[in-house]
T-cell receptor
Framework: GENVEQHPSTLSVQEGDSAVIKCTYS??????FPWYKQELGKRPQLIID?????GEKKDQRIAVTLNKTAKHFSLHITETQPEDSAVYFC??????????FGTGTSLTVIP | EAGVAQSPRYKIIEKRQSVAFWCNPI?????LYWYQQILGQGPKLLIQ????????DSQLPKDRFSAERLKGVDSTLKIQPAKLEDSAVYLC????????????FGPGTRLLVL
């Protein structure tokens, strides 16, 4: 089955700086890559996603890039704010089936 | 719009006992998922339904876990018998068909097996 690895496991940045979280996947058939944000004690929420026919997608301060050849994708958060502090999960799926999640990155934005 | 409902919110059982969790998805969402989230890990998909049919149960430990969605709406997930390593949060999520990326998660059921 698919194997999704996520790095780093923890990340601390100063408010206003950028944060980058990276994920790799093993199954070349995976073609859908969502990112979820989970605040402490709350449920995961989709923040951005990308399909394999697109190399980059941006939504305000959040962007995701995908390198199909290298089988890795990254989440970029610019101008970080304290409310960005949360655990972020990447995932990979094939045709919206068989969702495999990474192990999570705990992001702390220091005011 | 009401969200995904789950019950119970917390459950403590002894190992080898049985337990069942219930999920009511958002109205109109044909796709329903059950995830297991062990502390400090990402959610692990156990089973995915579309209406009342199973579309993916490749990661479901079928010797002890079972799930059903008989009428294509509510779903139950059962563990029988439970093991210590089943201690986790069990998350239910739902989505519209064709929009499976946008999954709406319920509050989860926190299970502790002693």
């Amino acid at each position: 089955g698919e194997n999704v690895e996520q790095h780093p496991s923890t990340l601390s940045v100063q408010e206003g700086d950028s944060a980058v979280i990276k994920c790799t996947y093993s199954d070349s058939a995976s073609n859908y890559f969502p990112w979820y944000k989970q605040e402490l004690g709350k449920r995961p929420q989709l923040i951005i996603d990308i399909r394999s026919n697109v190399g980059e997608k941006k939504d305000q301060r959040i962007a995701v890039t995908l390198n199909k050849t290298a089988k890795h994708f990254s989440l970029h958060i610019t101008e970080t704010q304290p409310e960005d502090s949360a655990v972020y999960f990447c995932a990979a799926a094939r045709e919206y089936l068989q969702f495999y999640f990474g192990t999570g990155t705990s992001l702390t934005v220091i005011p | 719009e009401a969200g995904v409902a789950q019950s119970p919110r917390y459950k403590i059982i002894e190992k080898r006992q049985s337990v069942a969790f219930w999920c009511n998805p958002i109205s109109g969402h044909a796709t329903l998922y059950w995830y297991q989230q062990i502390l400090g890990q990402g959610p692990k998909l156990l089973i995915q339904f579309q209406n009342n049919g199973v579309v993916d149960d490749s990661q479901l430990p079928k010797d002890r876990f079972s799930a059903e969605r008989l009428k294509g709406v509510d779903s139950t997930l059962k563990i029988q018998p439970a093991k210590l390593e089943d201690s986790a949060v069990y998350l239910c999520a739902s989505s519209l068909v064709g929009a499976e990326g946008t999954q709406y998660f319920g509050p989860g059921t926190r299970l502790l097996v002693l």
